[in-house]
Structures are given as structure tokens and as C-alpha cells.
């Protein structure tokens, strides 16, 4: 498809498991961005992407949380040791310029 | 994490009424951009805005940017019950591809 895709649509994990959510933005974006949402919230800015340079990570929330991504392709948020309070959507997006970002359909994520 | 004050958090309106809500920051943006996001979906962008003082209309929808470069608006005129949703507001400083956004508006339409 043309758009931003992510996988799996939902997740449900025990506490303190490690999780992988997947982002496929959309071809040619050079920049990529990972937020979170809790329910009934805002979205939480987390990492992002812009073709080769360093990755800003200012919103990551603890060291548990790390992302990857393969050149201007996917890219993969991982959660390990996941505790409740990481329950939340997963939300990517993905832009080929500063103007303006494109958000996939989300990542839902429960942890028992 | 930083997020936009956003207002109002939350209204319900009569079908066929104009609604406006609005986004303040405290820092200086190049960039705002609104978006609407469906239960279950992600953020749909609605609007762009790329200059202090542009008025830019996408059908019912009409959004500005401030000439303080501080703020924004979103206006949606004769709202029908498909308006119903979460719009956010987001916006960037020059140098940076980080957007912070807004609280949300949470829009509810009574047919």
C-alpha cells in the first residue's frame, strides 16, 4: 500500500516480557517519528529519524526503550521489560520533508 | 513529554453549528500542521500551515497561523456528525523535524 504500515496491529504482553513493534513508512520518507498515546491522551513524542544523522532520542522515556532503523527503511521500536504503565498505542509516522508527517494505523499494546 | 495547550479540550455542538478551537505555545514555530484522528486509527492530517498570518481552507475546514507564530486556529464550518473525532494541533520549530502537539479538542456532534 502506499501508506505508513505497522505491525502487529495489537500486542498483548505479560509484565515484563520484551516487545518489537514494527514501522514500514512510506517509500521514500526520509524521516521516520515513534509516539506513544495513552488512552484518552495526546501523543508523546519518543525518537525520530532523518536519513543518516543521529537519531534524536530526547523522548524516550527510560532505557528500557530503543529504536532502530535500516537506512531510510523500517524501523523497529523495542520495549524491554515491559511494565503496565507501557500500555498505550504505538504510533508511526514518516514525512519526506519538515513540512508536514504521515501516521500509520498504530500499534496497541497491553501489558498484563 | 512537551505538549501544546490546546482549547477547548472538549465540546459538544449542534449539527449545522461552526466550532473553533485554537493552540497555544509558548516557543516561536515555523510550521503547524492539524490533524484529525478517528477511535482506533491514527492521526488523518487535515491542514497545513507554513507562514505567520496564512489563512489556508480545506472544504468546511479553515485553519490560520498565528502572526505571533505562537498560536494557531482551526475553524469547521456547518458541522455534520462524521466531524466527530480528536483534532490535534501540532507544531515545529525551525532546524528541527520534531513536532510537539497539542492536548487535543474533542469534538462531539449532537444530530
Known amino acids: 500500500g502506499a501508506g505508513v504500515s505497522q505491525s502487529p496491529s495489537n500486542k498483548v504482553t505479560e509484565k515484563g516480557k520484551d516487545v518489537e513493534l514494527r514501522c514500514d513508512p512510506i517509500s521514500g520518507h526520509t524521516a521516520l517519528y515513534w509516539y506513544r498515546q495513552r488512552l484518552g491522551q495526546g501523543l508523546e513524542f519518543l525518537i525520530y529519524f532523518q536519513g543518516n544523522s543521529a537519531p534524536d532520542k530526547s523522548g524516550l522515556p527510560s532505557d528500557r526503550f530503543s529504536a532502530e532503523r535500516t537506512g531510510e527503511s523500517v524501523s523497529t521500536l523495542t520495549i524491554q521489560r515491559t511494565q503496565q504503565e507501557d500500555s498505550a498505542v504505538y504510533l508511526c509516522a514518516s514525512s519526506p520533508s519538515p513540512e508536514t508527517q504521515y501516521f500509520g494505523p498504530g500499534t496497541r499494546l497491553l501489558v498484563l | 513529554g512537551q505538549q501544546l495547550n490546546q482549547s477547548p479540550q472538549s465540546m459538544f455542538i449542534q449539527e449545522g453549528e461552526d466550532v473553533s478551537m485554537n493552540c497555544t505555545s509558548s516557543s516561536i514555530f515555523n510550521t503547524w500542521l492539524w490533524y484529525k484522528q478517528d477511535p482506533g486509527e491514527g492521526p488523518v492530517l487535515l491542514i497545513a500551515l507554513y507562514k505567520a498570518g496564512e489563512l489556508t481552507s480545506n472544504g468546511r475546514l479553515t485553519a490560520q497561523f498565528g502572526i505571533t507564530r505562537k498560536d494557531s486556529f482551526l475553524n469547521i464550518s456547518a458541522s455534520i456528525p462524521s466531524d466527530v473525532g480528536i483534532y490535534f494541533c501540532?507544531?515545529?520549530?525551525?532546524?528541527?523535524?520534531?513536532?510537539?502537539f497539542g492536548t487535543g479538542t474533542r469534538l462531539k456532534v449532537l444530530a
Open positions: 501540532a507544531g515545529r520549530s525551525s532546524g528541527t523535524y520534531k513536532y510537539i
